[in-house]
């Protein structure tokens, strides 16, 4: 008796550990609902429809698996190659700074214009029946059909009389991989394409951020130097260091990681030339991430702005509310 009595209180005991230990394990499974704060507004949404050229500012946009776009105009989906047909960085040819970009009148052509120049206009809709080139951006093979001799041309008379070329890309073409980056392919999956971006797909800055960055520099500086798609306004000077993610609108987005500055931000836009020096070199006085970061990849470049990718694709516009879950 004695004997399946003490069976009975250990089976209870048993019972009891196991219940209690189911609950902690639940506890711990169950994943507690992000927690969002407000962190500031839309204050302008950029898109920049050559890759290195002028941008163009737009009420409302659209959030996509491959970058932002308004209609059939997207951020990135230009690109001008060499006689090799790789990436023409702003870097190489500052002067490709001089190109500026708007929409036509009747909103079916991308508008190149520069001073001195006859505009040159390209359909937001291409040709792809045109030559398929096969080009390298950074590490990635990235596809896009030639836009043309007439453009071809053009673009010789801003370019130093060399022989560039620019394609466009088209939904149909593979995107750019970001796993194909070294350094950040851990932060992506081969689902994380974009037409012809760098880094990521959005770029976020804030203009607290510029405020704080031109408090220190002789000259001011435009957004335009940090070339971002979605500038947020009423918030604090560098509050984006800690937004992991960021709803807006419809949308929702993911933090990569920091975005590090390069000799691009140091362009004359006015001119299409470098500058010696700015704003690289006071950034680098206060902006450079410690060694311990995980971000810390950059070397020698200062961070300003953050790079994110898409969660959930909606639409965004001028004035709607930012929030933010901070890491």
């Not at 970001?178 to 394409?193: H, L, M, Y």
Request: glycine residues 6%; charged residues 25%.
């Amino acid at each position: 008796m004695a004997n399946q009595q003490f069976g009975l209180i250990l089976f209870a005991i048993s019972s009891s550990l196991l219940t209690t230990a189911s609950i902690i394990w639940y506890m711990r499974r169950k994943k507690k609902p992000l927690e969002y704060i407000e962190v500031g507004k839309v204050g302008e949404i950029c898109i920049y429809p050559v890759k290195s050229c002028g941008g163009i500012s737009v009420q409302e946009a659209e959030c996509t698996a491959r970058g932002i776009k308004t209609g059939q105009l997207r951020d990135r989906k230009w690109m001008l190659v060499d006689d090799e047909d790789r990436n023409l960085a702003a870097k190489k040819e500052p002067s490709v700074a001089l190109i500026k970009t708007s929409l036509s009148a009747d909103g079916q052509n991308l508008v190149l214009r520069a001073d001195g120049q006859p505009t040159v206009q390209l359909p937001l809709v291409p040709d792809t029946t045109a030559q398929l080139v096969k080009a390298k951006l950074h590490e990635s093979i990235v596809y896009g059909y030639d836009c043309g001799e007439k453009v071809r041309q053009w673009l010789s008379n801003i370019i130093t009389d060399k022989a560039y070329r620019m394609l466009v890309h088209e939904d149909n073409l593979q995107g750019r991989k970001f796993v194909d980056n070294p350094v950040w392919k851990e932060r992506f999956t081969s689902k994380d394409q974009a037409l012809y971006h760098y880094m990521t797909q959005f770029h976020v800055a804030n203009t607290a951020s510029l405020d704080d960055l031109n408090s220190r520099l002789e000259t001011p500086i435009g957004m335009q130097q940090f070339r971002a798609n979605i500038i947020i306004s009423e918030s604090n000077a560098f509050a984006e260091d800690k937004w992991a993610m960021l709803k807006i609108g419809d949308a929702c987005l993911s933090r990569t990681h920091d975005c590090g500055r390069c000799p691009i931000t140091m362009i004359d836009r006015k001119l299409g030339t470098l500058r010696k020096a700015e704003p690289l070199k006071t950034l680098r006085q206060y902006r450079m991430l410690d060694k311990s970061h995980p971000d810390s990849k950059f070397q020698k470049s200062p961070i300003f702005g953050v790079n994110f990718k898409l969660v959930t694709g909606g639409s965004i516009k001028v004035g709607d509310t930012v929030y933010a879950v901070l890491q």
